[in-house]
């Protein structure tokens, strides 16, 4: 099994932590994972991008160029990954900030409204979560169960009152996608 | 321990921790300022210390200090920084003293780019600052080799009391893989009997120096480096093999390049092209007998750093003009691509 992903958005909208809980989830459940942030002249509010990688096999370059998936959750991330996305892969669109529609016709599309989502949840924080549930949903390429125990671990005992909420929005965010 | 998700930078200075490393002298600059970040954090939780000091050429003259006083030290910074480090890397070859260097190589010349690159390999291995000396220099290509090279270089530089860099580029220094913290195998260290900690009478003056202006002292002091950089040579020289039993093409690369290029061998594979790597995992000192031996089996080698062609001088050195020695090189702060080293082995295969 080899699962080559790329996360990206604005600088605060979790991005980077939604790709990091992939990899940690993937190395909790014995596999091989690599994750690498972009870095450069980034700041708040700019763009941010990570690339994970998850893999039976050791793993070469963590640059990932042809991504099973790609995660856009915002308008400059659509714009930039949408090419990276493998014949065949899946991209998953953030549409509350998103109005424009994919141009690919060979790959699978999904749309999924995280801020909204999130804001009836009571925490518009938890937009990535929501996509992490629809990814989780549509991939498999973790178990939901193993994701929700390494936010426990990241949060820690306490922030341990986040976890319900972050149970819900992956579960809402595997809705939209059913 | 259970494996932890790690950035490369921060394995790094824990393992330096776990190491018995109690001082960090450093001053910022990407792509590796998460190691200070960490230890700013974690020294005071050992009752170590971490200093930032105004400048990259007082650091490592706190790294000197420190050292000549028999701590366990390191310091980190990448290219430009370590560019100004050289005199005082230089004096504490001289005065022979052991300390960690970790260099997580950026682009240049000059301020160059923050991305990933392997320019320093001459610096690293050639000497870097003025005279005759070798640091003992260890070339990481995943987090976890980081974290056992750390900890293993403290061990080397106590036991030689000779400097050891930690090669690294941008890639190691910001990448999340899962690490696991090992003690290395136990070595005989011998005593720091030389150490400045306070006189007291009973014994000889510790003196901590790198001037020797008579030239028969000087000449002394050259011979004994230059025994032990032999000594180094036959103790510590590491490379790994991948494929190689029956290779028929050789691909030469260190550090990030060598995991990119494993899987350009893989695929080469399977297309029935018979290729190997062999990769130095000290690159100070260079596995040349693994190449001069690989000479005689291959029909030729392929070099892949990133870089305009440094480590690919030592290879045609090693292969002493037995095979062909190709190169490939990129620059700017890319990657290789796994398809790219593919193309380049097939051009080899076709004599092209």
């Known amino acids: 099994m080899l699962h080559q992903m790329i996360s990206a958005g604005f600088g605060g909208q979790g991005v980077l932590l939604l790709g990091q809980l992939l990899a940690y989830s993937g190395m909790n459940e014995g596999k091989n994972v690599s994750w690498l942030p972009s870095y450069g002249p980034e700041m708040r509010g700019g763009t941010a991008n990570c690339t994970v990688i998850i893999s039976d096999e050791e793993i070469g370059s963590p640059v990932v160029v042809d991504a099973d998936c790609v995660v856009a959750m915002n308008r400059p991330s659509l714009d930039k990954y949408e090419n990276n996305v493998a014949p065949g892969g899946k991209l998953f669109i953030n549409s509350s900030l998103i109005d424009q529609k994919a141009k690919r016709t060979d790959i699978e599309v999904y749309y999924i409204p995280c801020n909204e989502i999130a804001d009836q949840l009571g925490n518009s924080r938890v937009a990535n979560i929501v996509m992490l549930g629809a990814y989780l949903k549509k991939t498999g390429v973790v178990k939901p169960e193993t994701l929700i125990k390494c936010l426990e671990e990241k949060l820690g005992k306490k922030k341990a009152h986040l976890i319900p909420m972050n149970e819900e929005a992956l579960k809402k965010g595997a809705e939209c996608v059913d | ?352």
Not at chain 2, 17 to 30: E, L
Not at chain 2, 113 to 120: H, L, M, R, V
Not at chain 2, 248 to 256: K, L, N, Q, S, V
């Open chain 2, 1 to 352: 321990m259970a494996k932890k998700l790690m950035k490369g930078s921060e394995a790094i200075a824990e393992a330096a921790i776990q190491a018995g490393c109690r001082y960090f002298f450093g001053y910022p600059i990407t792509p590796q300022n998460e190691v200070p970040e960490y230890m700013s954090r974690r020294m005071p939780q050992v009752d170590g210390c971490f200093l930032q000091a105004e400048s990259e050429v007082a650091a490592i003259n706190m790294v000197y200090g420190a050292a000549g006083a028999g701590a366990r030290v390191m310091t980190s910074s990448s290219s430009p920084g370590i560019s100004l480090k050289q005199e005082g890397i230089s004096y504490i070859a001289c005065a022979e003293l052991p300390c960690v260097v970790v260099n997580i190589v950026r682009t240049g010349p000059g301020l160059g780019g923050i991305q990933p690159s392997q320019g320093d390999y001459f610096q690293a291995t050639k000497g870097g600052g003025h005279g005759d000396y070798h640091l003992v220099v260890l070339a990481p290509s995943s987090i976890q080799e980081a974290a056992d090279m750390v900890m293993e270089a403290f061990d080397i530089a106590d036991m030689y009391r000779n400097p050891v860099m930690i090669l690294g580029d941008g890639m190691i220094g910001q990448m999340m893989e899962p690490v696991e913290f090992h003690q290395p195998p136990k070595r005989e260290i011998p005593e720091k009997t030389w150490a400045a900690t306070g006189w007291d009478g009973t014994r000889e003056r510790a003196i901590i120096n790198s001037l020797y202006i008579e030239p028969e002292v000087m000449q002394v002091v050259s011979d004994r480096l230059q025994k032990r950089y032999e000594l180094i040579k036959q103790n510590e020289t590491r490379v790994e093999e991948y494929k190689m039993e029956d290779a028929e093409y050789c691909i030469a690369a260190y550090g990030t390049t060598a995991r990119v290029a494993k899987s350009a061998v893989n695929k080469a594979r399977e297309m029935g092209i018979k290729a190997g790597i062999i990769r130095p995992k000290t690159v100070w000192p260079f596995p040349s007998e693994a190449f001069c031996k690989a000479a005689d089996q291959v029909k030729g080698f392929l070099t892949v750093e990133m870089s305009a062609g440094q480590m690919v001088e030592d290879v045609r050195l090693a292969v002493n003009g037995k095979k062909p020695v190709e190169f490939y090189g990129v620059m700017g702060g890319f990657l290789p691509t796994p398809n790219a080293i593919l193309e380049k082995l097939i051009q080899l295969k076709e004599g092209k």
